[in-house]
């Protein structure tokens, strides 16, 4: 399916794929625009605004014209540009990869080089993204508060053996594990109020996860900053959270991570998350289907 917007700036042809899904009823929906090299800042947040996904992604020639899997990729949500988003980069990943073959792809983006594989995997197409260097930082306790009472939630409904933490692998991130599949399933938050906070810290979104097994997740991820109240499925913050937990010595250097995320609003998705030996970058993979 694509769609064809008229903006100021020109016409475009937005393709339109869901990302961490092998059906178009799951994962987390993108629009893709191949050639945005006639669009400025406002017409993309225009057609991002249009499109109502949680980002879209824009995509011009790279560095090196000559080559052709080579761009820069821009991530627009309905409100604002963001760095860096995971969904969008895999879905757009597949788009490419469906035209150009398999293999590997360099994507420039606000965050930094974000290489991708992409590569059949059981009859579909898999892209494997390679995040910029991650980092794990100290939450403040007050603001872990104020974002509890945003959410509704209670101190000790939290996980302690996965605490607060603040991790970025291109965006920002903070990460609240909650002790139960029941409290995670159970979310009502304050739109408005968690706005405001994720704003003052420079989030992305706060990303809910709670612990099934050593290596198997479940995720939610409120995105207000976006104009969307939660995400279906979230690459980049499944490649911070890689960072966390390896942070945190809770897996192994060679660790791969699954991560079940939009089951609770109807889009399920899985992200599989590989850490490696003395490597610091984290690999974040899924498929990507077109709408």
């Known amino acids: 399916m694509s769609k064809a917007l008229t903006t100021p700036a020109a016409t475009t042809d937005v393709l339109h794929y ?7 009823a799951g994962g987390n929906p993108a629009g893709i625009i191949l050639d945005a090299s006639g669009l400025d800042d406002a017409a993309a947040i225009a057609i991002a605004a249009d499109l109502g996904y949680s980002e879209s992604a824009f995509l011009t020639p790279g ?30 990943a597949v788009a490419l990869g469906e ?18 594989t992409v590569q059949e995997d059981d009859g579909a197409l898999k892209a494997t993204l390679t995040s910029v260097p991650p980092r794990v930082d100290e939450a403040d306790p007050a603001d872990v508060t104020e974002a509890l009472a945003a959410l509704g939630w209670a101190a000790d409904e939290l996980d302690a053996a996965l605490p607060p933490k603040i991790a970025y692998a291109g965006v920002r991130h903070l990460v609240l ?23 003052r ?91």
């Open 18 to 24: 869901t990302a961490f899904t092998t059906s178009p």
């Open 99 to 116: 035209r150009l073959g398999s293999g590997l792809f360099h994507f420039h983006t606000p965050a930094g080089p974000v290489p991708v």
């Open 177 to 199: 594990a909650a002790a139960t599949r029941e409290r995670l399933a159970d979310l009502d938050y304050d739109f408005d109020h968690l706005l405001a906070l994720m704003r």
């Open 201 to 291: 810290l420079g989030l992305t979104t706060v990303q809910l996860v709670c612990r099934e097994s050593a290596t198997v997740f479940h995720a939610r991820d409120p995105f207000p900053v976006g104009g969307v109240v939660e995400d279906a499925a979230t690459g980049a913050a499944a490649a911070a959270f890689g960072a966390y937990v390896r942070d945190l010595g809770l897996v192994a250097p060679d660790a791969k991570l699954t991560i079940h995320q939009g089951h609770d609003m109807g889009r399920p998705s899985l992200l599989e998350v590989t850490l490696r030996p003395g490597e610091e970058h984290i690999r974040v993979s899924g498929t990507a289907v077109r709408i």
């Open 63 to 92: 560095p090196d014209p000559e080559d052709s899997r080579s761009f820069a990729l821009r991530f627009f949500s309905p409100k604002a540009e963001v760095d860096f988003c995971g969904h969008a980069t895999v879905a757009t």
